[in-house]
């Protein structure tokens, strides 16, 4: 299974677009919020299941603040992050994830990848494909691929 994981887009979706047509095919789309009333394109232009959550300039929609759902043995919560002043840091995210009995936990907000792995949580961040804040200011995205054996590995890619 193929997972494509982005975020941050702000209504320009000429990165979205490529990347789909770059890693294709794939058997889900998540998007960690400020699609900016882009979601029904995106949805549209997927071609797969798509979660989709509510950032902090997704004004006037009806998304989701956040999202749970379960990809094979992973349970998965999907936030903007902002509510978890996640520009502070992750431990906020990674306490409550964890008490609420997530093993992944993904957001977006910082516009920077991020990955974190423990043998209790993923913390992970695909960046910004829009509006890139890391060194370098490459647009960023994650791929988690599930295999055989129902393990998760995680590719962050750039632009």
Not at 13 to 39: A, F, T, W, Y
Not at 62 to 67: N, Y
Not at 107 to 135: D, K, V, W
């Amino acid at each position: 299974m193929k997972i494509l994981i982005v975020s941050d887009t702000h209504g320009k979706n000429g990165n979205l677009k490529e990347v789909l047509r770059q890693e294709k095919p794939i058997d889900m789309l998540i998007h960690c919020g400020d699609s900016e009333g882009s979601e029904d394109y995106i949805r549209e232009m997927s071609e797969c299941p798509v979660h989709i959550v509510a950032g902090n300039n997704d004004f006037f929609c009806d998304l989701p603040k956040e999202d749970e759902f379960c990809i094979g043995k992973y349970h998965v919560l999907v936030t903007h992050g902002h509510y978890y002043y996640i520009s502070m840091g992750t431990e906020m995210l990674k306490e409550d994830a964890q008490a609420r009995g997530f093993n992944l936990a993904m957001f977006g907000h910082t516009h920077r990848p991020y990955l974190e792995q423990n043998s209790a949580i993923t913390i992970l961040n695909p960046g910004s494909l829009s509006y890139p804040r890391q060194e370098g200011r490459k647009p960023s995205y994650i791929v988690m691929e599930i295999d055989r054996q129902g393990e998760a590995h995680y590719t962050v890619k750039y632009l």
